[in-house]
Structure formats: structure tokens, C-alpha cells
């Protein structure tokens, strides 16, 4: 005999199905609760000024700005329109120079003359040229090769050699004349 089995019936109701009148009518409500809400947000907002295109007097990068804020950046910098990136290079070169922002404003121009003129046209140069003036700057004393007939040792801050090159070369040279 097989056991008694009830059967368990599940009925699974069906989501109702909404009428497309009710559909639009529901999409055209809220489109209208939107624009009104666009609306009052444009009357809060001031009024947008006029943009123009502004050339900064250091790199010649163009941006484009409002009036305001062109008058803003030139009662800072002493009339000089400058972008963004140049002043916070002259912001930074004033912390340095004990807060002398006409001394930074007039040695970041120079640099970017300098640069505009040279670094544009010969770049590897002036990055050798760059370098040149980080290493006086560094150490003022140059770098000696660390010989061991050095009785005052070497000095720290400048560049130093360990040792020549030249040996292993000169080795190197003599094994290929030897396997030739």
C-alpha cells in the first residue's frame, strides 16, 4: 500500500497588469513635478557671466575665465594674468624666498621665458642644462673619485665614484682579442 499523499496545491497570484492610460498618466506626472522643480532651481541660480579665452603672461597657456576672475588673479599677482599651474609654482617659490611674491612672480617669468625659448626647441638640452644647475646647487663642491689614498675620506652631498670602469672594459676588450 502507498502511503496517503495529500497534495499541497500552491497558487501563485499574478501581478497585476497595469493599463497604459494609468502608465502615462503616472509618466506625465512626474515629468511635470520635475520641470517644476527645474524651474525654480534656474530662478535660484545668479546669473553666469560672460567666459573669455585668457593667455597666461609666464607659459602662454590659454583657459578660459570670467572677468571677475581675471581681476582677481591680477590684483594678486602684481597685473599679471597667471594660469593655475604657474601660481601655485610662484605660491611655492614665495614660502621659499620668505614671502617675496614680486621676487618669485618676476623669477618664474624668467624661467618660462627661458624655457619657451630653449626648452621648446632643444628639450634634451635643457634638461642637461637643468641638471647641471640642480648639482651646483646641490653641493657647490664636486664629486672625487673614492680612492683609498684619500686620507680625508670623501666629503658628504656631492657626487662620488666608486670606482673606474675602464678595467672592465680594458678585461673585456682582451677576452674577445684572445677568442679572435
Keep these: 500500500m502507498a502511503p496517503n499523499m495529500e497534495t499541497n496545491t500552491v497558487t501563485v497570484n499574478k501581478p497585476r497588469r497595469l493599463s497604459m492610460e494609468s502608465l502615462q498618466r503616472t ?3 512626474i515629468s ?3 520641470s517644476k522643480e527645474a524651474i ?3 530662478q535660484q541660480l545668479p546669473p553666469i557671466s560672460e567666459v573669455e579665452d585668457a593667455n597666461c603672461e609666464c607659459c602662454g597657456m590659454s583657459e ?3 572677468p571677475e576672475y581675471i581681476n582677481q588673479i591680477r590684483a594678486k599677482f602684481s597685473g599679471k594674468l597667471v594660469c593655475g599651474l ?3 609654482a ?3 617659490e614665495t614660502e621659499k ?3 617675496k611674491r614680486d621676487e618669485a612672480l618676476i623669477e618664474h617669468i624668467s624661467v618660462c621665458v627661458r624655457f619657451n625659448r630653449f626648452g621648446r626647441t632643444h628639450p634634451v638640452l635643457y634638461q642637461a642644462e637643468a641638471m647641471r644647475e640642480m648639482l651646483k646647487k646641490s653641493s657647490g663642491v664636486r664629486g672625487k673619485s673614492m680612492s683609498p689614498r684619500d686620507k680625508s675620506g670623501p666629503k658628504k652631498g656631492g657626487i662620488e665614484r666608486s670606482s673606474s670602469c675602464m678595467p672592465a672594459i680594458a678585461k673585456e676588450i682582451g677576452d674577445r682579442a684572445m677568442v679572435n
Excluded: K, Y
Design 27 to 29: 509618466i506625465s506626472d
Design 32 to 34: 511635470l513635478e520635475l
Design 40 to 42: 525654480d532651481a534656474m
Design 64 to 66: 578660459e575665465c570670467t
Design 86 to 88: 604657474c601660481a601655485e
Design 90 to 92: 610662484i605660491n611655492e
Design 97 to 99: 624666498n620668505g614671502g
